[in-house]
């Protein structure tokens, strides 16, 4: 068994357990990692629906942004899998050896952390510093997912056949974009909250 870094090295034995119990076959850290999204959604949607996330005009939309918070839920938890299997060499999807494999387990913990945080604002719902900071954090990785991708719209094919591939690439931009236009609503709204509250 080879590992594509020093941090898998030192995962070795729980990476190990995971690869014996089957758990990177996709058909099962799928739905199990899906299970687990619908019960962090499940506890999500509670908070939400008590801190005042869907006030005003939000609560127009109210499914909409369910499904997008959702989509950070399934992110959140088939993330981590997927960056658990990427530190071992035998378990990525290139067919040789690539410069780049080292990188591609911290690329996945990396925007595990960046959902991680985005989750962070929406159970806080606060114009305090701390959310502001996760906030600028948040859109640091989106403006890395608007790059991946227009990556992938230019240099892969687009096929609906192969809606992993260049399609892939709209699809992840037009999320990013949703992301950003949440942000932007929120800390807006935020600002004006701290502004009138200044007011009095």
Not at 85 to 104: G, H, N, Q
Not at 135 to 146: D, K, S
Not at 166 to 184: H, P, T
Request: hydrophobic residues 50%.
């Amino acid at each position: 068994m080879t590992f594509t870094n020093r941090l898998g090295e030192a995962l070795a034995p729980f990476l190990l357990w995971l690869r014996s119990l089957g758990f990177f076959e996709w058909y099962v850290y799928v739905p199990v990692m899906t299970l687990a999204s619908i019960g962090i959604f499940w506890s999500l949607t509670k908070k939400l629906d008590s801190n005042g996330t869907f006030s005003g005009s939000r609560a127009q939309r109210h499914t909409m942004w369910l499904a997008a918070y959702y989509g950070l839920c399934f992110l959140a938890t088939n993330l981590l899998a997927v960056a658990f299997k990427t530190l071992i060499v035998e378990e990525l999807d290139y067919p040789i050896r690539v410069w780049f494999e080292a990188y591609v387990g911290p690329l996945h913990f990396f925007i595990l952390s960046v959902v991680i945080a985005y989750l962070a604002v929406l159970v806080r719902n606060s114009p305090d510093r701390l959310d502001r900071t996760l906030g600028f954090y948040v859109q640091a990785g989106l403006i890395a997912g608007y790059g991946v991708g227009v990556f992938r719209i230019v240099n892969e094919p687009i096929s609906l056949l192969e809606p992993t591939n260049g399609l892939s690439g709209f699809v992840l931009c037009a999320y990013c974009a949703l992301c950003n236009y949440d942000l932007y609503k929120r800390f807006r709204a935020s600002r004006g909250m701290s502004n009138s509250s200044k007011a009095y």
